[in-house]
Structures are given as structure tokens and as C-alpha cells.
């Protein structure tokens, strides 16, 4: 069975610097991967994706994701958080086409 | 707003009543999932809908829980006679094919946070 591990519960990082989140997955086929933020009280806004091809995936508000086979890792960055960053975010693995395996979460707080 | 809705956002229950969580793809979208939160978890999923058919429900405790997605009208997640542990955030999902080898993510809905009293 798949399973994802996100290393960190809990990043703070000041505002203007850069950001990694890590994401680590156990799955035995081609990976569809995730990464999903959650703020307060909201629902799951899809940030990227990676289905195939190139490896480094670019996705909203300036993250980008970088796929490692070798490492099964799936690391999230932003060169640079702003506040609005904040909020908890979630990697995940799709398999058997439709299921969806989330990790833990990782939040996030921003410091002025 | 075109994304996926689902309502009520919050809902109360005492113990041994009925919740009903509802769920309105985004338009376009035939495919419906459900995921439940527990505080301080990832979400796990539940159970995978097409409209009057469920596909997949290895996710779904085998008692009390039923989900359903009629030919018109929103999908349906039903517990009956809830309890404590059934305290969590009920998300629901859609995408307008079922496999994601097509390129189709799914789209979260805001959920509903459903207490238990």
C-alpha cells in the first residue's frame, strides 16, 4: 500500500525567506503526485501536480515542486514566503488512478 | 463560485443522531470522493462515487456510514446514530474523469466540521 511521510509538523520561517517542505512516498508503481494547502478553516486548494515528464513542476502562487525518483521525494519550495503563506500544507500520492494518500501535513507560520 | 460545494460548513450532533453531509460537484464533474480529517491528521480516504453508483467504499467503516450520489441532486454522506470518534472534517471532492492518468486532479470542497456533543 502507498503511504506518504512528510518529515516536519511544524515550519516557521520569516517573511521574505525561502521555503522547503519535504515529502517522502512508498509506492510501487509510477507516482501521481500532490501538494494541496489548507488555511484555517478551508478547504484544499491544489497548489501543483506531477502526472509524468518534466521533473520540476511549477504550480501557483510561485511554489514549485521537484520530483526525485531515486529519493521517492517530492520536495515543495518558494524562493520567497510572503505572509499570506501561512496556512498547513499537504503532500499526497494518487493510486490505483483515483485514491488519494495523504501525509501528516506540514504547517506553516511566518514570522514578520 | 463553480468549485465544489458542500454544506452544512459546521454541524452539531448529539449522540445517536443522524448526520447527513451534502456535496455539489463542481459543474462538468461525474466523479465524487469523500475524505474524512481527523484533528491533527492527514485526510483518509472514504468512499468514490459516479452518479447512482458507488465504485469504491473500502474507506468507509463498515457500520453507520453510507454515502450515496443520486442521478440529480448532490451527493449524500450519512452517518446514523453518530458517536464521538465520528468528530472530524468531512471533505468531498470531484473531477470530471476518475483516473488521474488523464490528467485530472480533483478539487476540494471547504468541508464541513462536524462536532459531536
Known amino acids: 500500500a502507498q503511504s506518504v511521510t512528510q518529515p516536519d509538523i511544524h515550519i516557521t520561517v520569516s517573511e521574505g525567506a525561502s521555503l522547503e517542505l519535504r515529502c517522502n512516498y512508498s509506492?510501487?508503481?509510477?507516482?501521481?503526485l500532490f501538494w494541496y494547502v489548507q488555511s484555517p478553516g478551508q478547504g484544499l486548494q491544489l497548489l501543483l501536480k506531477?502526472?509524468?515528464?518534466?521533473?520540476l513542476v511549477q504550480g501557483i502562487k510561485g511554489f514549485e515542486a521537484e520530483f526525485k525518483r531515486s529519493q521517492s521525494s517530492f520536495n515543495l519550495r518558494k524562493p520567497s514566503v510572503h505572509w499570506s503563506d501561512a496556512a498547513e500544507y499537504f503532500c499526497?500520492?494518487?493510486?490505483?488512478?483515483?485514491?488519494?494518500?495523504f501525509g501528516a501535513g506540514t504547517t506553516v507560520t511566518v514570522r514578520a | 463560485n463553480a468549485g465544489v460545494m458542500q454544506n452544512p460548513r459546521h454541524l452539531v450532533r448529539r449522540r445517536g443522531q443522524e448526520a447527513r453531509l451534502r456535496c455539489s460537484p463542481m459543474?462538468?464533474?461525474?466523479?465524487v470522493y469523500w475524505y474524512r480529517q481527523l484533528p491533527e491528521e492527514g485526510l483518509k480516504f472514504m468512499v468514490y462515487?459516479?452518479?447512482?453508483?458507488?465504485?469504491?467504499e473500502s474507506g468507509m467503516p463498515k457500520e453507520r456510514f453510507s454515502a450515496e450520489f443520486p442521478k440529480e441532486g448532490p451527493s449524500i454522506l450519512r452517518i446514523q446514530q453518530v458517536v464521538r470518534g465520528d468528530s472530524a472534517a468531512y471533505f468531498c471532492?470531484?473531477?470530471?474523469?476518475?483516473?488521474f492518468g488523464l490528467g485530472q486532479p480533483q478539487h476540494f470542497g471547504d468541508g464541513t466540521r462536524l462536532s459531536i456533543l
Open positions: 471532492a470531484s473531477s470530471p474523469r476518475g483516473v
Open positions: 459543474k462538468g464533474h461525474s466523479h
Open positions: 499526497a500520492v494518487g493510486a490505483n488512478d483515483y485514491k488519494l494518500s
Open positions: 462515487l459516479q452518479k447512482e453508483n458507488i465504485i469504491d
Open positions: 506531477y502526472f509524468s515528464g518534466d521533473t
Open positions: 509506492y510501487g508503481a509510477t507516482p501521481y
